[in-house]
Structure formats: structure tokens, C-alpha cells
């Protein structure tokens, strides 16, 4: 029996490896290039944090496991330091990387690359299992590559020594993607043994001519009831004419449901797809050809080329990449950004954001933390109540006009109640009204009385944007918007980059929705329409930047979700009380519910469900249950004969059927935000109500009115903190929601205004009815 306990020095490992570089994360710490200060030879060293109450049992494991394990096919261990609470294991240095790090870059490895790899990993796994141990976490990321073309097994973390009084192993470890279904279902079968690697060799090798192990695009919860179920079965090759019987072969031997009929590592090797094969030359093959496309910062990917990525290449010619702001670079005016005084109130449905993403320092008076009131029939936190001020938005000079007309003063009584209790200075005396028609939408609020404005970022922009959403930069700090074009694609707009006021283009296909979750921007794009996954950190690079005029048809950035094919709506919504994100995606015949994996970083495909929808659907909006792991969907809504409102609702976890209800009056909703918990903001026609998630009326309180009449037909409306403001096609109106009093109020026949987003930042496009080019707002602080 050889040792079970692994020898750690505790001298001071500086003294023997100096650092070079971090080179990426383990499954217990991070991963430097080192190298040996005797012999100047290169390792890569692992570096634990040592913390009381830390499972050491795990980390000895590795050591243990690696320590034991001398073969040419196995990462050699070179000792292990105990210091200062930091472990230190070293470890023989893989210059090549790891397969995963290789194929992103060069796509799929050919079938001679992919044999080769095959038969390396079966030697070293065959000296593993006859050494009794099982390795139990095989799969690209974890086969390392030399820089003279070797293969290696590492990553032992998860590793596990079988004895002769323990022939199986009983716990639930590895990824689901490789997991062979004996793990999957140990608690039915009862446990596992060595062929479990042998099964997850098998999906490698899928892995590598495709580029994603099998179920890759599902929720790795939803791989693993699948692969669990007892009529799962074993995947196979997609292009099955692009490989030979001999690959095809192995790949039905290795993945062999039966693991009692499942062939050993050395039985496989004896299979004619491991034979002859000349791995080193092989794998050098693909070392050059891994070098050469990262130092040309080349994509390179063997695939055909669809129709859409054809249409989208010539469309593409056709397009201006970036787009300069016509706005006098003398006037160097400062993006003033959204307090949170100006930011659209959280909805229930939204992830955890910052209150602002104000950067400046504020008035004393304007950060004021207000008192909330509350419904007393509805757990409805009514937005918090402004000064009572008239709200403003200003720099959005269109004309020469005279000034905006304002909302008389309240009453001195009420003033004077709202500057004592909030500890609030009373605003002076107002200027007389102005007739609205005479107003421009440069001054329909006035800044010396406000703190709310509308900021303009862009002038004469040549694109028609259909919405937009907003972006921080994780390193930098900066704040992006969004812009999407049906005819132009995808916009970004650096509102930090005062010198360099522009736009440039990060996607060239056709695009009708945008939403950001953390890094990662989510579109409808294309046509026909998919839902895309597109990863901001790398759009934004300077290198991204050079290269998307000329990379078209595939993007290491970008990923098309499979199935979302004539997408027609989405939605995201972060269900609290779970604490799980979700995207749903409506099609013609059914909806596509994904939820987001946080090791990922992306959405992954849960269910599809399928279902007859209206062929106009006007509503594609959740709503969050405490006793629903699903959010419903609510796919319309109708006004009764008693001017009350009935959701259309959708459960997808009950599976409740669903059709046209031809009783009631069909209402075409322009928002719908579930604001809390019990209560929703609908607007329609010319109103905006509260009401409850059974579509009840909220009862007016004295603090809050639930239902707000406008002068014209709603087109979009956003709820802000103590009012709703509602836009036309003409103009804009907003009303306060503690008395209905009007807090903006601006009309003008002679231009267009669209409401492009409201998820964090309000963003407004305005231009002259006879002209193509608009300008661009955001609602800012004053």
C-alpha cells in the first residue's frame, strides 16, 4: 500500500520558485507559471488559501493522488509548502494549455487529433485504474499539452482511491456534461466504478470534433435529469458522414450505457481508432496552428456558412461602423448622470443594482433618503415622494421657443409640511405658466428648480434605434448604452469618452431587443430572428473593436441560443424569492425558458414548452410568485364591463392551457412592470393603473392614487420615484402619484419621440418629422 498521507514541506517555497505569471484558476486556487530557481526549468504552481475551518481532507486528496501517480501521461507532482496559511503544490508546467483553451480558438480538432488525444488519455487513465484510483472529472479543460506535443491528465481535485474493501465510490461528483449516467443516478444505482472515466472519454471526444460536449446548451441541472433517466440515450456524433467507422465505433464503445458492459481503459486501446497514431507530431500540428491564429487575433472555426450569415456579411458592407455626434466639440459639457432621484423605480422581476450610478457628489438636500408610504391593502412601497418641485428636462434645445409652461406651486401649507418632515428647503416662488404649445423639449422642465433633466448625448444621429439598454464596464467604470437597429444591428455609446463623442458597432445582424445581465447582452438578432448571447468585456476591447468591421460570420463573442429560431419576444426576470434568473423566449409555437448559470456566465436552455400564441402578441411580461419556482407569464390582458383588468396569465410549471378569452374587451398594454411584490403598473390607452397580481385595482390611498389620467394615448411610460411619466409620439407628460398633479407637460406636432429604454437609464430619441437624423437623451441630475 503506498503512502496515504502526502509529505508538505513547510519551508519557504519562494525560495525555491520564483512567479511569473498567473495563468488561470484550479479547482482549489490559482495557477501561476513559476520557475525552478535551481535549474531554471519552467513549473506551474498552485496556490491555496488556508483558512480555519477548511475541508485540508480535499486538498491532501489531490496531493495524494498526484504524488502516487508517476506516468507520462499524468501532470507530474513536484512537492508541496505549507506557509503563512498559503499552500504552494507544484506541479510539471504544460506550455500548450489545456484543450479547452485550444479548440476555442482553433475550432474542432480533426480526427486524427482527435484519436491521438483519445489514445494518450486512455493510457494514463489505464495506469490510474490499475493503481486503483479514479480520476472522475475528464473532460478538455483538464487535459493539459506540452509544447512538445505531449498529453497530460490533471485536475485531481476531485479524484477518489478506490480499495480492495471499497470496490465503488457513492458520491456525486464531477460535471454533468461528461457524467456518465451510473453518477447521475447513484442514488438508484447504488454507485460506480473505474468505467465512469471511460464513458466521460467517450464525450471528450465528442467535445473536441464539436466544440461542446452533448446537452452543452441545456442548464447543467436539466443535463443531469436527463442523463439520469433510465431511457436516456447515449449521444452521438451530429455529422456523422464527416467521420469514420472506426471514430464512430470507439465512440459506441466508450459510451456503452451498461457500465458492467463498458470496455476498459486497455481493451480500447486495442480498438483499431488508438492504433498507429503518431500523437506527437499530431498535436504539434495543433499547437501551430493555435499559436498562429492567436498572433494574427484571428477567429477560425470550421463550419459552413448559413444564408443569414451570408445576408448579414453583405448587409454589413453596407454599414457605418461608427458614428461621430455632430455636437460642437467646443462645448465641452458634462454628461451629468442619473441620481437616484432620476432612475426608474427596481421592478419585483429585477436582479440587485446600485440605488445610482451618480458619480459626483450631490447637494445634501438631493441625496435626502425619503420616507416611503404605503398602500394599506397592498404590500406596494409607493416610489419615494421629490420636493415638491417641478421635475426637469433640460439641454434638449430643438428650437428657439419661448419657455416651458409649469405646474402651479402647491399650497405654502403642504410645502411647508413636506420641508419639515423630510428636512427639505421649500423650492421659491415659480414663474408664471407658458401655454404648452409654445414649450420646446429643450427646457419642459426648468434645472434652477429641479433635479432631474434630460441630458443630451448624441446629436443628429443617422440611425433609427428601437430600444436600448444601458452597460457599466467592470474594470474601467464606464457607462455604455445600447442601441438597437433593425436595419443597422448594435450600437455602443461610451457616455465616460467626453473627447471622443461616437458610437461604434459591436454587431452587424438585425436587431429588435437588447437586455444586459452583468456582462452579457442578450438580443434578438437576425433574420429569420435568434436570441444571441454576445460578451460585452470582449466586444469592448480594443482588439474586438478592430476586428468586428471585418469578422462576420462567427465571433468568438457571440452565441446563437439553439432552438430560438422566429424569436418574437423575451423577457428576463430574477425571481427573489429563489434568488434564480430566467429568459424566456416566445416563438411562433411554443416558449423557451433558460436560466442563468453563474459558473457559465450565460443563460442555458431548462425547457421548452409548447403552445399556440396569438400570432400579435401585445404582452410578454413576468411576474414573480413566493410559491412558484417558475415566474408566470402574462401574454395579455383585457378590460371587463366593469373597467377592471384581467391579466392573461401563462403557468408554465402547471402547464395550464391557455387560449383567446372572446368575452372581454382585448386592451393593446404599452407597460407593464411588476413593482412589487403584489403590485403592477399596466398602461393602456389613456391611463396608467395599479393593480394587483389577479388584476385587481390597488384601493387609492392618501398617499398614493392608482390610477392616472394622461391628455393623449400612451405609447410607453416609466415609473420614477414619486411619478409616472408617459410618452406620445408628440410629446411627453408626467404626473405625480401622490395627487396626480402634473410634474411634465410638453407637445410638438413638428417631431417624433421614442422612449428607447428604461432599465436603469431613460434614454429618449427626438427628431424632426421631415428628417432622418435624431437626438438622443438620457434623463439625467441637474
Request: with cysteine; net charge positive; proline share 6%.
Given at each position: 500500500?503506498k503512502?496515504?498521507?502526502?509529505?508538505?514541506?513547510t519551508s519557504?517555497?519562494?525560495?525555491?520558485?520564483?512567479?511569473?505569471?498567473?495563468?488561470?484558476?484550479?479547482?482549489?486556487g490559482?495557477?501561476y507559471?513559476?520557475?525552478?530557481?535551481?535549474?531554471?526549468?519552467?513549473?506551474?504552481?498552485?496556490i491555496?488559501?488556508v483558512?480555519?475551518?477548511?475541508n485540508?481532507?480535499?486538498?491532501?486528496?489531490?496531493i495524494?493522488?498526484?504524488?502516487?501517480?508517476?506516468h507520462?501521461?499524468?501532470?507530474?507532482?513536484h512537492g508541496?509548502?505549507?506557509?503563512?496559511?498559503k499552500?504552494?503544490?507544484?506541479?510539471e508546467y504544460c506550455g500548450?494549455?489545456?484543450l479547452?483553451?485550444?479548440?476555442?480558438v482553433?475550432?474542432?480538432?480533426?480526427?486524427v487529433?482527435?484519436?491521438?488525444?483519445?489514445?494518450?488519455m486512455l493510457?494514463?487513465?489505464?495506469?490510474?485504474?490499475?493503481?486503483?484510483?479514479?480520476?472522475r472529472?475528464?473532460?478538455?479543460?483538464?487535459?493539459?499539452?506540452?509544447?512538445?506535443?505531449?498529453?497530460?491528465?490533471a485536475?485531481?481535485?476531485?479524484?477518489?482511491?478506490?480499495?480492495s474493501?471499497?470496490g465503488?465510490?457513492?458520491?456525486?461528483?464531477?460535471?454533468p456534461?461528461w457524467?456518465a449516467?451510473?453518477v447521475?443516478a447513484?442514488?438508484?444505482t447504488?454507485g460506480?466504478?473505474?468505467?465512469?472515466?471511460?464513458?466521460?472519454?467517450?464525450?471528450?471526444?465528442?467535445?473536441?470534433?464539436?466544440?461542446?460536449?452533448?446537452?452543452?446548451?441545456?442548464?447543467?441541472?436539466?443535463?443531469?435529469?436527463?442523463?439520469?433517466?433510465?431511457n436516456?440515450?447515449?449521444?452521438?456524433l451530429k455529422?456523422?458522414?464527416k467521420?469514420?467507422?472506426?471514430m464512430?465505433?470507439?465512440?459506441?464503445?466508450?459510451?456503452?450505457?451498461?457500465?458492467?458492459?463498458r470496455?476498459?481503459?486497455?481493451?480500447?486501446?486495442?480498438?483499431?481508432?488508438?492504433?498507429?497514431?503518431?500523437?506527437?507530431?499530431?498535436?504539434?500540428?495543433?499547437?501551430?496552428k493555435?499559436?498562429i491564429?492567436?498572433?494574427?487575433?484571428?477567429r477560425?472555426?470550421?463550419s459552413d456558412?448559413?444564408e443569414?450569415e451570408?445576408k448579414?456579411?453583405?448587409e454589413?458592407?453596407k454599414?457605418?461602423?461608427?458614428?461621430t455626434?455632430?455636437k460642437?466639440?467646443?462645448?465641452?459639457?458634462?454628461v451629468?448622470?442619473?441620481?437616484?432621484?432620476a432612475?426608474?423605480v427596481?421592478?419585483?422581476?429585477?436582479?440587485?443594482?446600485?440605488?445610482t450610478?451618480q458619480?459626483?457628489e450631490?447637494d445634501?438636500?438631493?441625496?435626502?433618503?425619503?420616507?416611503?408610504p404605503?398602500?394599506?391593502?397592498?404590500s406596494?412601497?409607493?416610489?419615494?415622494?421629490?420636493?415638491?418641485?417641478?421635475?426637469a428636462?433640460?439641454e434638449?434645445?430643438e428650437t428657439?421657443?419661448?419657455?416651458?409652461?409649469?405646474?402651479?406651486?402647491?399650497?405654502?401649507?403642504e410645502?411647508?409640511?413636506?420641508?419639515t418632515?423630510q428636512?427639505?428647503?421649500?423650492?421659491?416662488?415659480?414663474?408664471?405658466?407658458?401655454?404648452?404649445h409654445?414649450?420646446?423639449?429643450?427646457?419642459?422642465?426648468?434645472?434652477?428648480?429641479?433635479?432631474?433633466?434630460?441630458?443630451?448625448?448624441?446629436?443628429e444621429?443617422?440611425?433609427?434605434?428601437?430600444?436600448?439598454?444601458?452597460?457599466t464596464?467592470?474594470?474601467?467604470?464606464n457607462?455604455?448604452?445600447?442601441?438597437?437597429?433593425?436595419?443597422d444591428?448594435i450600437?455602443?455609446?461610451?457616455?465616460?469618452?467626453?473627447?471622443?463623442?461616437?458610437?461604434?458597432q459591436i454587431?452587424?445582424?438585425?436587431?429588435?431587443?437588447?437586455?444586459?445581465?452583468?456582462?452579457?447582452?442578450?438580443?434578438?438578432s437576425?433574420?429569420?430572428?435568434?436570441?444571441?448571447?454576445?460578451?460585452?468585456l470582449?466586444?469592448?476591447?480594443?482588439?474586438?473593436?478592430e476586428?468586428f468591421?471585418?469578422?462576420?460570420?462567427?465571433?468568438?463573442?457571440?452565441?446563437?441560443?439553439?432552438?430560438?429560431?422566429?424569436?418574437?419576444?423575451?423577457?428576463?426576470?430574477h425571481?427573489p424569492?429563489?434568488?434564480?434568473?430566467?429568459?424566456?423566449?416566445?416563438?411562433?409555437?411554443?416558449?423557451?425558458l433558460?436560466?442563468?448559470?453563474?459558473p457559465?456566465?450565460?443563460f442555458m436552455?431548462?425547457r421548452?414548452?409548447?403552445?399556440?400564441?396569438?400570432?400579435d402578441?401585445?404582452?410578454?411580461?413576468?411576474?414573480?410568485?413566493?410559491?412558484?419556482e417558475?415566474?408566470?407569464?402574462?401574454?395579455?390582458?383585457?378590460?371587463?364591463?366593469?373597467?377592471?383588468?384581467?391579466l392573461?396569465?401563462?403557468?408554465?410549471?402547471?402547464?395550464?392551457?391557455?387560449?383567446?378569452?372572446?368575452?372581454?374587451?382585448?386592451?393593446?398594454?404599452?407597460?407593464?412592470?411588476?413593482?412589487e411584490?403584489?403590485?403592477i403598473?399596466?398602461?393602456?390607452?389613456?391611463?396608467?393603473?395599479?393593480?394587483?397580481?389577479?388584476?385587481?385595482?390597488?384601493?387609492?390611498?392618501?398617499n398614493?392614487?392608482t390610477?392616472?389620467?394622461?391628455?393623449?394615448?400612451i405609447?410607453?411610460?416609466?415609473?420614477?420615484?414619486?411619478?409616472?411619466?408617459?410618452?406620445?409620439s408628440?410629446?411627453?407628460?408626467?404626473k405625480?402619484v401622490i395627487?396626480?398633479?402634473?410634474?411634465?407637460?410638453f407637445?410638438?406636432?413638428?417631431r417624433?419621440y421614442?422612449?428607447?429604454?428604461?432599465?436603469?437609464?431613460?434614454?429618449?430619441?427626438?427628431?424632426?418629422?421631415?428628417?432622418r437624423?435624431s437626438?438622443?437623451?438620457?434623463l439625467?441630475?441637474?
Amino acid at each position: 500500500m503506498k503512502n496515504n498521507k502526502p509529505i508538505i514541506l513547510t519551508s519557504n517555497p519562494e525560495n525555491e520558485f520564483e512567479l511569473i505569471q498567473r495563468v488561470g484558476s484550479g479547482t482549489y486556487g490559482e495557477v501561476y507559471k513559476a520557475r525552478v530557481k535551481a535549474t531554471g526549468d519552467l513549473a506551474a504552481v498552485k496556490i491555496i488559501n488556508v483558512e480555519p475551518g477548511d475541508n485540508f481532507e480535499i486538498i491532501q486528496q489531490e496531493i495524494c493522488l498526484m504524488q502516487d501517480c508517476k506516468h507520462p501521461n499524468i501532470v507530474q507532482y513536484h512537492g508541496s509548502y505549507l506557509r503563512k496559511d498559503k499552500l504552494w503544490i507544484a506541479m510539471e508546467y504544460c506550455g500548450g494549455g489545456s484543450l479547452q483553451d485550444v479548440y476555442h480558438v482553433t475550432g474542432p480538432l480533426t480526427e486524427v487529433m482527435v484519436g491521438s488525444v483519445c489514445t494518450e488519455m486512455l493510457k494514463g487513465l489505464d495506469y490510474m485504474h490499475k493503481q486503483h484510483k479514479i480520476h472522475r472529472d475528464i473532460k478538455g479543460a483538464n487535459v493539459l499539452l506540452t509544447i512538445e506535443g505531449d498529453v497530460k491528465l490533471a485536475d485531481f481535485g476531485v479524484g477518489a482511491q478506490i480499495t480492495s474493501t471499497i470496490g465503488k465510490r457513492s458520491s456525486f461528483i464531477g460535471t454533468p456534461y461528461w457524467m456518465a449516467p451510473e453518477v447521475a443516478a447513484v442514488e438508484r444505482t447504488g454507485g460506480y466504478n473505474f468505467a465512469c472515466d471511460i464513458w466521460a472519454v467517450g464525450i471528450t471526444a465528442i467535445e473536441l470534433a464539436e466544440c461542446q460536449p452533448p446537452l452543452f446548451d441545456l442548464h447543467p441541472m436539466r443535463a443531469l435529469y436527463l442523463i439520469s433517466k433510465r431511457n436516456y440515450s447515449p449521444p452521438t456524433l451530429k455529422n456523422k458522414n464527416k467521420w469514420s467507422a472506426s471514430m464512430k465505433d470507439f465512440l459506441k464503445l466508450a459510451l456503452t450505457k451498461n457500465p458492467k458492459k463498458r470496455p476498459a481503459a486497455d481493451k480500447l486501446l486495442q480498438h483499431p481508432f488508438c492504433q498507429g497514431r503518431f500523437v506527437r507530431s499530431s498535436i504539434r500540428e495543433l499547437l501551430e496552428k493555435f499559436d498562429i491564429l492567436k498572433q494574427t487575433k484571428k477567429r477560425f472555426y470550421q463550419s459552413d456558412a448559413s444564408e443569414e450569415e451570408e445576408k448579414a456579411e453583405k448587409e454589413t458592407e453596407k454599414t457605418v461602423k461608427r458614428i461621430t455626434s455632430k455636437k460642437n466639440k467646443a462645448k465641452k459639457d458634462e454628461v451629468k448622470y442619473p441620481e437616484k432621484n432620476a432612475q426608474p423605480v427596481k421592478k419585483e422581476t429585477e436582479l440587485q443594482r446600485a440605488e445610482t450610478i451618480q458619480r459626483e457628489e450631490q447637494d445634501s438636500t438631493i441625496k435626502q433618503d425619503l420616507n416611503q408610504p404605503m398602500l394599506p391593502h397592498a404590500s406596494f412601497n409607493v416610489p419615494k415622494l421629490l420636493p415638491r418641485k417641478v421635475s426637469a428636462i433640460n439641454e434638449m434645445k430643438e428650437t428657439d421657443s419661448k419657455p416651458p409652461p409649469i405646474p402651479l406651486k402647491p399650497k405654502q401649507s403642504e410645502s411647508a409640511l413636506l420641508a419639515t418632515s423630510q428636512n427639505l428647503i421649500v423650492p421659491p416662488p415659480l414663474p408664471p405658466r407658458v401655454p404648452a404649445h409654445e414649450r420646446p423639449i429643450s427646457q419642459v422642465f426648468s434645472p434652477k428648480t429641479s433635479k432631474n433633466c434630460f441630458n443630451k448625448i448624441f446629436h443628429e444621429c443617422p440611425i433609427s434605434f428601437t430600444c436600448s439598454t444601458s452597460w457599466t464596464h467592470p474594470e474601467t467604470k464606464n457607462h455604455y448604452l445600447i442601441f438597437a437597429s433593425v436595419e443597422d444591428g448594435i450600437y455602443s455609446l461610451n457616455l465616460d469618452d467626453l473627447e471622443n463623442i461616437e458610437m461604434f458597432q459591436i454587431f452587424p445582424r438585425s436587431c429588435k431587443w437588447v437586455y444586459v445581465v452583468k456582462n452579457k447582452l442578450i438580443s434578438i438578432s437576425g433574420e429569420p430572428s435568434h436570441v444571441y448571447m454576445h460578451c460585452l468585456l470582449q466586444m469592448h476591447s480594443v482588439q474586438s473593436r478592430e476586428q468586428f468591421a471585418s469578422v462576420v460570420k462567427v465571433s468568438p463573442h457571440t452565441s446563437k441560443v439553439p432552438g430560438s429560431s422566429n424569436a418574437q419576444k423575451c423577457c428576463v426576470a430574477h425571481n427573489p424569492y429563489n434568488n434564480q434568473l430566467y429568459l424566456f423566449v416566445a416563438m411562433k409555437n411554443s416558449i423557451l425558458l433558460l436560466q442563468w448559470y453563474e459558473p457559465l456566465q450565460k443563460f442555458m436552455i431548462v425547457r421548452t414548452f409548447e403552445i399556440e400564441l396569438p400570432t400579435d402578441l401585445l404582452t410578454f411580461e413576468a411576474i414573480v410568485q413566493k410559491e412558484s419556482e417558475y415566474p408566470i407569464l402574462c401574454v395579455g390582458a383585457y378590460e371587463r364591463s366593469d373597467y377592471t383588468i384581467l391579466l392573461d396569465k401563462l403557468d408554465i410549471e402547471n402547464k395550464t392551457p391557455w387560449e383567446l378569452k372572446q368575452e372581454y374587451k382585448r386592451i393593446d398594454v404599452k407597460a407593464f412592470s411588476q413593482l412589487e411584490k403584489n403590485a403592477i403598473l399596466v398602461a393602456y390607452e389613456e391611463k396608467v393603473i395599479f393593480v394587483d397580481i389577479n388584476g385587481n385595482k390597488i384601493s387609492s390611498t392618501p398617499n398614493c392614487l392608482t390610477e392616472l389620467h394622461f391628455s393623449y394615448p400612451i405609447n410607453s411610460a416609466v415609473c420614477l420615484p414619486g411619478s409616472i411619466l408617459t410618452f406620445n409620439s408628440n410629446g411627453i407628460q408626467g404626473k405625480s402619484v401622490i395627487d396626480g398633479q402634473v410634474t411634465a407637460q410638453f407637445t410638438d406636432s413638428s417631431r417624433l419621440y421614442k422612449l428607447l429604454g428604461s432599465d436603469r437609464i431613460v434614454v429618449i430619441e427626438s427628431r424632426v418629422r421631415t428628417e432622418r437624423v435624431s437626438n438622443l437623451y438620457i434623463l439625467a441630475s441637474s
